[in-house]
């Protein structure tokens, strides 16, 4: 069952941290994720093909996904694996993007979230889209992915259980 895991086990790349809670934000993440789907760690396991101990320890940060775990992620919670990657801070910066991506993108991930920062930074940002835009075709402006806030941050798990 824990197919998908061994550089998690042995404490290879990405894998274990001895002694050290990992900061990336992905086992809030991990909560969000199963809060969103009213999931027990158990039935994430399950759905993942992983063990309940390895979804446990991400969960508590002492551990990451590797990739292929990430992928076993993506699949269980019907997720692109860019973003599952993204959250387990594994995803590069993509070819092209300046420094000052990378530090937003980092301070993004460490902060704490809730709606009216959500609201907040997003109003900002439009703004700023709407100003640099003005004299701009929109069909020509860039499509902001995911939902606006106040939508559903998740797509529904349609699968029924036989």
Do not use: C
């Not at 790349?13 to 809030?28: E, M, N, T, V, W």
């Not at 301070?107 to 100003?131: C, K, P, Q, S, V």
């Not at 075709?137 to 529904?156: K, N, S, V, Y």
């Amino acid at each position: 069952m824990d197919a998908g895991t061994d550089q998690d086990r042995t404490g290879g790349g990405s894998g274990r941290q001895r002694g050290r809670k990992d900061a990336s934000g992905f086992p809030a993440w991990l909560r969000r994720q199963l809060d969103a789907r009213g999931w027990s760690q158990a039935e994430f396991a399950r759905r993942a093909g992983v063990s309940r101990n390895v979804v446990s320890q991400w969960a508590g940060g002492t551990r990451r996904p590797n990739a292929e775990s990430a992928a076993r992620i993506a699949a269980a919670f019907y997720l692109p694996l860019d973003d599952v990657l993204a959250a387990a801070g594994m995803r590069p910066m993509r070819a092209g993007d300046p420094p000052h991506v990378a530090r937003f993108v980092w301070m993004i991930r460490h902060l704490d979230w809730d709606e009216d920062r959500i609201a907040g930074l997003t109003g900002l940002l439009e703004g700023w889209m709407d100003r640099d835009y003005a004299d701009t075709d929109p069909a020509a402006r860039p499509a902001a992915p995911g939902p606006r806030p106040g939508q559903a941050e998740l797509p529904l798990d349609l699968r029924q259980d036989s």
